[in-house]
Nanobody, 115 residues
Framework: VQLVESGGGLVQPGGSLRLSCATS????????MSWYRQAPGKERERVAA????????TYADSVKGRFTISRDDSKNTVYLEMNSLKPEDTAVYYC?????????WGQGTQVTVSS
């Protein structure tokens, strides 16, 4: 089972980034997928989630209207489109797959928003 995030980097405030999480080793379409982030000295928080089958999405209040989570079951990949980025969005972003007691994490990708 493997989750590999990519797409992080340094971006100026107001800019955009698209994170990808490529997965393998499990039946992706049956798993709920989420993006979490953890800033230095802070707890890990969930920023967006998308369910299996229906693709219902939920967002943290801090990113509503700016971030969009999506999934492509044909590619076993989940995405996080991030727009209007702010310095407070700076964090390591983690991909998570969950189904029942199965809970899998990626290694994370750094997003830094700074001028």
């Amino acid at each position: 089972v493997q989750l590999v995030e990519s797409g992080g980097g340094l971006v100026q405030p107001g800019g955009s980034l698209r994170l990808s999480c490529a997965t393998s080793g499990f039946t992706f379409s049956r798993y709920g997928m989420s993006w979490y982030r953890q800033a230095p000295g802070k707890e890990r928080e969930r920023v967006a989630a998308i369910t299996s089958i229906s693709g219902t999405t939920t967002y943290a209040d801090s990113v509503k209207g700016r971030f969009t989570i999506s999934r492509d079951d044909s590619k076993n990949t989940v995405y996080l489109e991030m727009n209007s980025l702010k310095p407070e969005d700076t964090a390591v972003y983690y991909c998570n797959a969950r189904r029942g007691v199965s809970n899998v994490w990626g290694q994370g990708t750094q997003v830094t928003v700074s001028s």
